[in-house]
């Protein structure tokens, strides 16, 4: 059983610039969410997608969007990069009937300088 | 928005001790989850909790759905070194339980000194 992976595991970027940041979830589960985790802080949830759609979004401005693709992988975009926005992203997916129990990937930590 | 207030926010404790630590909200839960994250990995589920008054053991680790539905407690026994991480409260409010809306505390450091 494949777990959560996510790319690229480290990557930096400028204020203003746009990055995109890659999601396969675990065999078998079609539901993904990202969440933000902040140094020494709990992760925030961003968004979730299922059925290619967004189902469900936390407290985060439109410049955050995101994809689901047919084989149920997904994509995270931010647009016009603030300083702020550094952080490690976790993707998390989720069968449709175990939704409250979520597998989270590593984590893409980004650095906004 | 809805909070989760955890306590304490760190633990430096011998190994052998055990280790309890709890959660606590100002709203209804429908699920309480515990984690623990390593440092450059993602979050690992421990246990998951779906009724109120509900007590789950997994192996050392012990964690209980408080009956107010307000507040959780994970209790560890007999420590050892790789029990060193940030242990997660994480639940479902009444609104948010199909959307993978899950909201977080802000973490139990725990550090064990062999």
């Known amino acids: 059983e494949t777990g959560v992976t996510q790319s690229p595991t480290h990557l930096i970027k400028t204020r203003g610039q746009q990055v995109t940041l890659r999601c396969s979830s675990q065999?078998?589960?079609?539901?993904v969410s990202w969440y933000q985790q902040a140094l020494g802080q709990g992760p925030q949830f961003i968004f979730q997608?299922?059925?290619?759609?967004?189902?469900g979004r936390g407290n985060f401005p439109p410049r955050f969007s995101g994809l689901q693709f047919p084989n149920y992988s997904s994509e995270l975009n931010v647009n016009a990069l603030e300083l702020d926005d550094s952080a490690l992203y976790l993707c998390?997916?989720?069968?449709?009937?175990?939704?409250?129990?979520?597998?989270f990937g590593a984590g893409s930590r980004l650095t906004v300088l | 928005g809805q909070q989760l207030n955890q306590s304490p926010q760190s633990m430096f404790i011998q190994e052998g001790e055990d280790v309890s630590m709890n959660c606590t909200s100002s709203?209804?839960?429908?699920?309480w989850l515990w984690y623990k994250q390593d440092p450059g990995e993602g979050p690992v589920l421990l246990i998951a909790?779906?009724?109120?008054?509900e007590l789950t053991s997994n192996g050392r680790l012990t964690a209980q759905f408080g009956i107010t539905r307000k507040d959780s407690f994970l209790n560890i026994s007999a420590s050892i070194p790789s029990d060193v991480g940030i242990y997660f409260c994480?639940?479902?409010?009444?609104?948010?339980?199909?959307?993978?809306?899950?909201?977080f505390g802000q973490g139990t450091t725990l550090q064990v000194k062999p």
């Open positions: 994480a639940g479902h409010g009444e609104s948010s339980s199909n959307t993978g809306k899950l909201i």
């Open positions: 065999s078998g589960h079609n539901t």
């Open positions: 909790l779906y009724k109120a008054g």
């Open positions: 709203s209804i839960f429908n699920t």
């Open positions: 997608y299922y059925r290619e759609e967004e189902n």
């Open positions: 998390a997916s989720s069968s449709l009937s175990g939704a409250n129990v979520l597998t």
